[in-house]
């Protein structure tokens, strides 16, 4: 994990000491199952929790025990013996290591993935005002970063705003996906733990009940949502590179707050740098570097081996955190972001109406001009506004092919902006189901 | 494609005739919603139907008329002039390429997630019958290739199971998330076109409307969908790891069918080899390979560039045909497979009851002993077993810590397989809703 | 492999009559070496090239064979027989198939790679033919997608170049860890085969002899391979996105060749849009993802399996075939790139000279004033430009800080150009050894 | 980084203070050069080594500027102002923030490298070692995971030694890449520093000069270097896997050393599991991740983006600082591995002789009998011993092909193992170049 990529609510989630307290309470609770089933004595169970619920654990004290058993879940209970006391003994029967483990990491990524979804949240909020904002401000359309037709701003920014809800709903299925909880036993047959234990635990940390574990839940659900993870962080990837390119100098259509007092470069005191888009790009990067490694653990080899391990301490603190990062940091850039609509409308007008060239066309071939021969004049004009030769309005008027069926006053017509944008409130309708 | 894994019902989805014919029902249909909206003339609509209906696309012709205009869609328009005779002309009114190339490619994936769901149905009736067959074989659970504790071969199967069902709830979840039409004109603006147009043209090809295209359908869709067949390649990939395993010559508890007159290998005439499993795992990996590009396709530049489009004209009919062959190779193997629960009994004996140490632990915790007195004398007789000086049960009727509190009946009682078993019915439950 | 974008001379090495014809190849030649080593007889072995050498392969009729033995190495040695007759018995004696198969894949690894290596060359010339053309045009420098400071367009030029040569070193050394020869039969023991075979068929076939094989060529050596491929694919990335930037409209500094009767769009006329270096960063994907299965393949079990081998059907040909069309497409567009040294001078001065802040904050320094202060005046102005409020030049003549210590004339001296070309020469010597 | 994976040595390589270090030292040699070239005092260049030669750098304190400045260079030179005073001020003269990270990392890369080559020789050392110690003990080689024919533990040892020395080569390759120097100033023109200065640092920091900088180092290198990397940790990956192969249960012929104390499982005493290698098979998909994002580093936007940098952040030390530990940790356990020569020849036996089924068959046709009548024989006695029906020798004394053509002398002959063995000289040689 990247410190200076991580917010501290989602650092914490994977700090020692959270992690130490939900496989307390994993285990405390699975002591009141049994408890209640008369495998433990009910004084037991109370005494775990009387002694354990307010317990701060001593991370390097378990440390310390582990670097001797060589074992992270009996290092665990033996510190918890030293809180709890005698009583102890009775946590953990017929329990397997991993049962405690997978449970834990299936809060840990549940918890996380509730952040990831408020951050989807402020991250829509935002998207939403800037739309409504500039529903209208016309601004060029762009297809391989060539002037097409006219759109406006607003419904740019709908088209993120609708890609970040199913990034929310990607995300309610991810976090659907690994809210399971294990409690099986060795090789998963319940030999030596109730069904019920589970079914309680699992109520009590608000997860489901995995149906067939073997000792540890299967890996398909965390490449799953490790897959999940990567979509979302393309899709900041989509509007940071959106961003990146209306702040390039030529075009400066938007740009990324700066704030008094910051250095764009210390060598060049002028520049302003879309650098928070761009650590956005490189952050995609990251947290979709966990895709392979996650499936790659899915082929466990039978019951089930600990190659996964290690890969998962590694990807799942760093891929939600630095997720949970950049979905915060992009909230931040699109409400804050500085448009500039009137550099859209020169840029819009930047080749004198050729993005009106649809337009002239399909009016030409309604007057009963062949497609062919239209194309041909309409094409024949734009080439030399790109050549820089004369303006698009005026080579029409003088095109022979043209002239005879459209007037000055049709063609004035043909070059309006509002004829693009009469369905915006379709499309807002369908987004944010308002005009 | 590589045609050696490539089913003919699968190829045919991407094949160009079935292309040409997806993209003439598209252009057809926007035809009937154009001619009901008064833009073009009915009688052309009708008629473009009349002569289109039943046409056979004539593919060379097509690719001639390509290499001389450069633009594959134009020269599908051309051969369909030809076809259809100048009625053609009113095809394609204020569309764009995308509009047409992006919702048949929508067609072609969601026919192809359609074989795959399938498929996967054959997968989950294979491994139904042959649990229930072995619902109560006794065989080895194993955790990091060691044996652990007893399971049945029935519950190995019903994890795999529950895997699939999950398996196809992704690929149901991935079939959503790409059966999107749009129909949206240039820039995603509906200048040219009416929003009803794309709603009449969804509901004939069986889609859902696109909320926002910005004249391609956003490619988060298709990441998530690739991402969701590359988990469930990585499921297959752990079926066929364990038959791999279970085929190990000094295991051989199930073997792929060996078929009369086949081969194993041409120079050592005693091969029988699981092959078809190895395939599966390779082809895991191809299916796979899919997601990066996929997720690198997202971030396309404003409102569309054609990066996208290579990669899916080599992703898109690989990873779908490719997948659906790997799920059918499956589903036959599983049919298939040979199982040797006699071996699988010979193999959970191997170590003379060790794989009861728990059990032991156990009770003598429960007897009274400490966990570490206990388990230091498991522990110890165990290291002697694996070491081969004498056997388990000798061991640990000959232990001083064990001795003083299990009889041998208690002991006998400890090595009973059918302990193992009593929650077999549960899970079942679970998995099957059924004992 | 997508035809579309595979040269026939590049798909012809993976054509099965290629590879039929390299397999006898490597078979006769072992049975040269086996006549010699008077293993076999000498007349089988002349008879054996003398029926074989000049043999067109029937494709069909071995497909028909391996559908029946279900082996594609005895099915093409069955159909040798039928070529060569009797003698044919003498062939792959102590052998296995994949000595064959992977002694073959070295050989069409190693063509294909040759092919490369001659694609970058071409690549290459055109780089330096076209950075000598512009090696002091005037352009501006980009970091962050801002102007920085000027640059040469040849300077661009020169730095993909050094890249590229980069690129043929890679080549080159991936072609070296790929043209290895394993002749050592089952397991890699020679048990049955003596190893001078190995020895001379490497010769013949201009392979290194493979150290140690077991029974395959290890798979360390394709992961490199891919590997390599997947880093020029790279580079060719980078290189068709600085083309896609520099088409951008409103940059417009450079632009794809666009030929007479082209058509950018169905739609819009005016369209000219950088579809062949999009082209590129597609294919470019493509090509990468041959990485991970490549890695993924290392790990075969014991002395082998056959899980890679699906996987290789697949990248193989599709990763060769296809980096040699983007290397070939990257030469072409390079070659007939249309370069705008009028906009490039254009777009320098778009800032009224912003891009020199440096210079003059430098030169403040050295008159005496303190960084901060200096930093403090240079980006006052230089924000009052970004703000369009007036020209950058004016703003420092009229700044307090600046105006004590620099005159017009050296604020004048300051904004020259030729200031960041004078050391063009010293790079262009890095790279092309010349002026 | 995960810190249970990173050794000290590894990890200081990416502390903060040696960072610092670093970029002191680049910015102070630049110093002494520009001193040298009369561009700043001589006194500013030796005060600036005098105050901050032996310095300990505030890591808090440069953070705390940085927070300011949001600037991490710019923070560092204001710290290292507060360690040499003014003359600081002759510091980072025409330079950018990129000439000293981008150095800096190199220095960091370069030095990391050192470390993973030396963790090779220890590989290479035990691999060594074992292989010799091994060099004739029999063992059964094995393709599919099915018994084929005998090969020596030292072969299968000396195969990944010969792996390992690719690795190394590959490490050294990999360092070629990535040691260079830039100094090259803004879009690296050397508009404000002589490129003798560059020439300077390089010479010191032990680096070569990038012949094109871009402002930054061009990123085909860094995706080279982790691409090779991962080649190397997919060949831990391989030896790892063979290892958990050979401690199965059922095979168990090699085996993790298991220290007394050690617990192999909380619930069952008996475990032994093969934890280190399944854990290097984890690290080994850890280090693989880096691969693809420093693949889509490559493509950098026009003279540079930041986008690559938080990609960095995490990717070097992670990649580095695992492959480190992993490579040690395979080290210790291939010098540490407990070998079962007894099990291996137990395992050898298995089959009763069907390893020996190619010798059968091949004797059989220079017997004379046809090369089908004679798999035909050998494939029938081969599946009945497979079917546990009867002993391998027994079914070919009675076979009726068999029986005319082989006595029992030659069939005891056929089952020698010293006839694989007669070439593992020869392998020797070519690896270890003595036998």
Redesign the interface.
């Known amino acids: 994990m990247?410190p200076?990529?991580a917010r501290p609510e989602a650092a914490d989630i994977w700090s020692p000491q959270t992690k130490f307290r939900i496989m307390f309470e994993i285990e405390a609770h699975a002591a009141d199952a049994m408890a209640d089933l008369g495998v433990i004595p009910k004084l037991a169970a109370e005494t775990i929790w009387a002694k354990g619920r307010d317990a701060v654990f001593d991370v390097d004290r378990i440390d310390e025990i582990e670097r001797?058993?060589?074992?992270d879940?009996?290092a665990f209970?033996t510190h918890v013996t030293e809180i709890v006391g005698p009583e102890a003994?009775f946590l953990?029967?017929?329990?397997?290591?991993s049962d405690v483990n997978d449970t834990t990491l299936a809060v840990q990524l549940a918890r996380a993935t509730d952040l990831l979804m408020d951050d989807v949240d402020l991250v829509l909020a935002a998207l939403k005002r800037r739309a409504f904002e500039h529903k209208l401000t016309p601004t060029?359309?762009?297809?391989?970063?060539?002037?097409?037709?006219?759109?406006t701003f607003g419904?740019?920014l709908?088209?993120h705003y609708?890609?970040f809800v199913?990034?929310k709903e990607?995300l309610a299925?991810a976090r659907f996906?690994i809210a399971t909880c294990a409690i099986s036993?060795?090789?998963?047959?319940?030999?030596?733990v109730d069904?019920r234990v589970e079914q309680h635990v699992a109520e009590k940390m608000g997860l489901a009940?995995e149906?067939?574990?073997?000792?540890v839940i299967?890996r398909?659900?965390h490449?799953?949502y490790f897959?999940?993870l990567?979509?979302v962080?393309?899709?900041i990837?989509?509007l940071?590179?959106?961003i990146?390119?209306l702040?390039?100098?030529?075009?400066l259509e938007a740009e990324e707050p700066f704030?008094p007092?910051?250095?764009?470069?210390?060598?060049?005191?002028?520049?302003?740098?879309?650098?928070l888009t761009?650590?956005l790009?490189?952050?995609?990067?990251?947290v979709?570097?966990?895709?392979?490694?996650a499936?790659?653990?899915?082929?466990?080899?039978?019951?089930?081996?600990?190659?996964?391990?290690?890969?998962e301490?590694?990807?799942a603190p760093?891929a939600t955190v630095h997720l949970d990062f950049a979905l915060r940091r992009l909230a931040s850039v699109v409400e804050r972001l500085v448009i500039y609509p009137e550099n859209m409308l020169k840029?819009l007008d930047?080749?004198s109406g050729?993005?009106h060239?649809?337009?002239v066309?399909?009016a030409l071939?309604q007057k009963g001009v062949s497609?062919e021969a239209a194309?041909a004049a309409?094409?024949g004009a734009?080439m030399k506004?790109?050549r820089g030769e004369a303006a698009?309005l005026d080579l029409l008027k003088a095109d022979p092919v043209v002239r005879p069926h459209l007037t000055d006053a049709d063609l004035a017509e043909l070059f309006d902006l509002g004829?693009?944008?009469?369905?915006?409130d379709?499309?807002f309708a369908?987004?944010f189901g308002e005009g």
């Open positions: 990247i200076r990529y001797e058993v060589k074992h879940v009996i209970l003994r953990h029967q017929g329990m397997t290591s060029v359309g762009r297809s391989h970063g060539i002037h097409a037709e006219p759109t419904l740019k709908a088209g609708a890609e199913r990034a990607r299925m996906e036993g060795a090789v998963g047959t319940f030999a030596n069904p009940v149906p067939v574990s073997t000792q299967p398909d659900r490449a799953a897959a999940a990567a979509v962080a393309s899709s990837e989509r940071a590179t959106e990146r390119h702040q390039r100098t030529e075009v704030d007092g910051q250095k764009g470069s210390s060598a060049m005191p002028h520049k302003r740098n879309p650098i761009e650590n790009t490189g952050l995609a990067r990251l979709r570097s966990a895709v392979v490694p499936l790659e653990n899915v082929a466990l080899w039978h019951e089930r081996d600990i190659s996964h391990s290690s890969v301490r590694g990807i760093d840029n930047r080749l050729l993005v060239s649809q337009r066309l399909l071939t497609r194309y309409v094409q734009a506004v790109w698009f004829y693009h944008f009469k369905h915006v379709t499309v369908r987004v």
